[in-house]
């Protein structure tokens, strides 16, 4: 198992622990041996120092003893002169005899009363002075002769420290003299210390009771600063062995009183005791930079172990942070893999699997028994042969695997695999950085169906399923440049239904649908497969023949039957739900393959022939003649002309003069004229059906309107003219147009004339269009005053119903009628009968095209009202007009 980060992180701090309390131990050790090594040599050097002190110092007293002991045998040898006892003999003995021990000042003698008896020198004489009090009497009361030491005084001829050393002596006379010697206490400082480098020892020479002899330090004589315990109270060494007496570490020192350590020794001399002490701290001194460097050490180390810890920890820690992102994204990848939508492979070098994911899973599930990492890729494939060839042998099944190695091998990245669950599988193959492979499978089944839609959307109608305009212009494309290649022609069809608009109006879109679908079967069952039925929409198809003929008549000839037979198709009854139904179509048709045309070009020409058919009251077929196109040109250039001409102003009106019977004129009718600067004088029949084909006639008619009326303004002004009414043809389009009312009435408001003198002209047919409207639309009119007539009457098959609802003024009987008067016989009884309808219905009649005494006499005899026509006058310009007006004046009050 693979230890915890925690549980290394323990491991290793557990073992610094260790090693850190392993070291301090170490140096806690060292330190202290290292303090022991330390105390004990010094120790050791102050116990040397004591024990060479203490023999140093024994033999100066012993030579200061023998001096002062012989001092008695030296006067001795003067007894026999007594009387020169303090002589000068006694001086010379004594004399040489200091001389021999160089650390002696001066040796005297002193008698029982105090008074110097002898003296090695001068200063010897008054020994008295400097001795210290007391001490006479103390080295003169001792019981047996031995050597006392003073304490330390000045003296008074040297000025310097000195103690004196004294016993007394007997002489032989039984006189007791004291023998002292003064010595430096210098000298005895360089006896006691020997020379000794010991740093801080304090040396003493003391009386068991404590005073002080001699102190000496590293930094001179010095006197005691602290209460110690006296010497001679000390305890003895406890096996009882004479010898130094030992003081622990830790004992004030004789001098400065510091701790440290102590050692004493009485000399040969009664309670007289040296002792060397050392202060514990200068002891330590060496052990102490000594015991800095070992802790310095230790500490270096401990940081270098504690900083290895640390290091260690934090690159375990990191090492495991990186360890957890790693097996955390690992486990995010694979989640992420798994809830792909895309299936997903990983093979490795050798083309083996690696890695794969559920949704691979689910697209290939009979791998998934025996899938596993490593699995050759091959083997893979293998198990997947009898799933994507099913029927086929052996061989095919390995040929099926060697094609999916090979579309691998090429390095086309995408690939599409059909499954046989009809789902389709686009692969992508992209190598990995290590010579592996990724291959990702997506199902795109849905999509490949959403696009089929959406080009079944792009290129198919969708009531009836057939090819739509864009489909069939390709293929017609398509169709096209084969006829070139090969020379064989093929022809468009273009299928108009006749009066379908009456059936969807009559019967409702839905069934007008349901034909539509009938018709669309009946097509496509009347043509070849290599030929093409499309809808270009509303009740208009098109069918493309291929491959006719090479020859332009047995081409025409082939189309043509193939016409003929969808004539007859479609002339068969339908049955539309509940209601039987029958229709025909109107065909035109086109020849193509024999010149490169234009797809839309073809469609055009198919389109004008079968609006031949169409003109020709439908159900029937015609071909593309190119002088049915020069005429659709020709009108479509007067078109663009017509507009250019009312632009420039080269309208006009004439107006053609009408009269009673009598001769009066008492109106006119205001005729378009158009003065082309080319064409001449353009009469309406030529320009009027075009421009009430197009939009063309609103603008136009709006145009004479208004010109009529201001005309009519005009003649408000002369009296010959002011009574004059004048008659404004209106075409159905013009009629129609929603606002046709509000714009006569505003027409009339503008030029201000009196509406009754206009007479509006419209046709038997237009009237019949929209009964209602019309009605609706005249009666407003009306209300204004303006009057209406029906021009071209009889005509259309007007009858007596509408005639009695529309609020008209005028009939005006057809010229055709009036050019066959007293010719033809029927148009004799049609004019009787016009005006005698007009005369039961109270309505004025007006006969056009008078252009015989004859017509006028007949028409006058059957009693119309007034005449029109070339034999009372031509449609002119104003102006004649005017004339004409003002000419007839005189006669006609004359
Ligand atoms: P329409 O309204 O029936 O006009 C009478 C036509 O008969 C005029 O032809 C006139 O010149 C002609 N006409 C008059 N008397 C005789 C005659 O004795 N013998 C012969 N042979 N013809 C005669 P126009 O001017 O060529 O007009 C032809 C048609 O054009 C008019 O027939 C009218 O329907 C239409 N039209 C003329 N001007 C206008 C107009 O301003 N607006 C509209 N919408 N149509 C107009
Ligand atoms: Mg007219
Ligand atoms: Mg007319």
Redesign the pocket.
Known sequence: MVPTASRTRFAVWTGVGLLLAALVLSATSLILNARNTALAESEDQVRRFASGAESAMNRALLSFDVLLASTGDLLDLSTSQRSELGGRGARQLLRSAARQNLMVRYVALMDEGGAVVAASDQAGLHAARDLPAGFFDEAMGQAAPVLVASAPTVSFTSSERVIFFARHVQMPNGRRLLALAQVPSSMLVSVLMQGTDIPALEVTMEHGAGDVLLGISSRGEMRRAATVHPLGEQPQPPDGVSGPQVQRWHQPTRLSGTPGMVVARPILYPDLWISASLPLREALDNWRSERNTIVLVALLFGATLLGIAGFSVAYLNRMHRARRAMAQSQATLEQALSSLVTGFLLLDAEQRVRQWNLRFEEIYPWTTPSLRVGMPFTELLSLCAPYQVPEGSDAERRHWVEQRLMLQRTPRGTHEQEMRNGHCIQITERPTPDGGMVISYHDVTDMRRASAEIENLAFYDPLTGLPNRRLLLDRLHQAESAAERSGERGALLFLDLDQFKTLNDTLGHEVGDQLLQQVARRLSDSVGITDTVARLGGDEFVVMLRDLSSHDGEAAAAARRTGEKILHQLNRPYQLGAYSHQSSCSIGATLFGHKPQAAAELLKQADIAMYQVKAQRGNGLCFFDPGMQEAISARARLEHDLQEGLAAGQFV??Y?PQFTLTGALVGA?????WQHPQRGMV???QF?GV??DSEF?IP??LW?LRT?CEQLALWQQEPTLRDLHL?????AR?FHQPDFVPRVIQVLQETGIRPHLLDL?L?ESMVLDNVEETVAKMHLLRTKGVRFSV??FGTGNSSLAYLTQLPLHQL?I??SF??NLGVRHTDDVIVQTIIGMARNLELEVIA????TAEQRDFLARHGCDLY????LG??MPAQELRQLAQALVPSSSA
């Open positions: 009106l004439h053609q009718e205001a005729l378009l004229r009469l309406p029949g009027i421009a009430e006639i136009l008619g004479v009529a008659s404004v043809n209106v075409s013009q002209e046709t021009d071209d005006k057809d010229q009036v050019r056009e095209g008078v252009e029109q026509g070339y034999l031509r449609p």
